[in-house]
């Protein structure tokens, strides 16, 4: 690992000598969704300790660096020959138990649902919900699917969420601290924000749209 990550560095490094703007938080969001995954191997191999870095994550990193997954895990092969993409098999699951899904002891389980497969995910917890109504179809136009990292519940301004309340129906909508209810609507229609009961749990958030033509 600790030539995985001088492969890394050296990469970053001819990015921005070629005038990209590219560090190892910029490049760790691209693919692992996360800013610190990369910064946390370099400060563990810096302290001396156990990197802890799984063998899709580096995969996931050498696609988001457009080089061979070999070539950065091992030094050998064509840098230039690209992995195919990685392909997960999600659940796509109903509002009602992605609802069910933000309980502490939840009882869904999202194996129980039909898959779909989805291309570059970064290693996480994953469902799929089929979009309805308007409400956020500047995104996600009606019966568009959207992907839905289970393990990211941190708000960050105008990043999408899947939310429910004490009564367990699930909605997805923008993040804006400014407004009340923080959660909006992104519509082309006036549309109105979300009627929420007692506190709001984060089921998780939204990463990709899925629309077919």
Not at 72 to 97: A, C, E, F, K
């Amino acid at each position: 690992m600790l030539d995985v990550l001088k492969r890394i560095e050296e990469w970053i490094a001819a990015q921005n000598e070629a005038g990209q703007r590219m560090s190892p938080r910029s490049l760790s969001l691209k693919a692992l969704g996360t800013t610190d995954t990369i910064r946390n191997w370099i400060r563990s191999r810096d302290a001396g300790k156990p990197i802890g870095a799984t063998e899709r994550s580096v995969s996931a990193v050498a696609r988001a660096m457009n080089v061979s997954g070999e070539w950065l895990r091992t030094g050998t092969g064509n840098m230039n020959d690209v992995d195919p993409p990685h392909v997960d098999m999600v659940s796509l699951v109903s509002w009602v138990s992605a609802g069910q899904l933000s309980d502490q002891d939840s009882v869904v389980s999202p194996a129980d649902y039909p898959t779909i497969p989805v291309a570059d995910l970064p290693p996480s917890r994953w469902i799929a919900l089929r979009v309805q109504g308007t409400s956020m179809n500047k995104l996600s136009p009606p019966d568009s699917v959207i992907i839905v990292d289970l393990n990211d519940k941190r708000l960050v301004n105008g990043r999408c969420y899947v939310i429910a309340d004490e009564s367990g129906a699930a909605t997805y909508k923008a993040y804006d601290p400014n407004s009340s209810p923080p959660f909006v609507p992104r519509s082309y229609i006036d549309t109105q924000p979300p009627a929420l009961t007692g506190s709001i749990r984060i089921v998780g958030r939204v990463r990709k749209t899925i629309l077919d033509l």
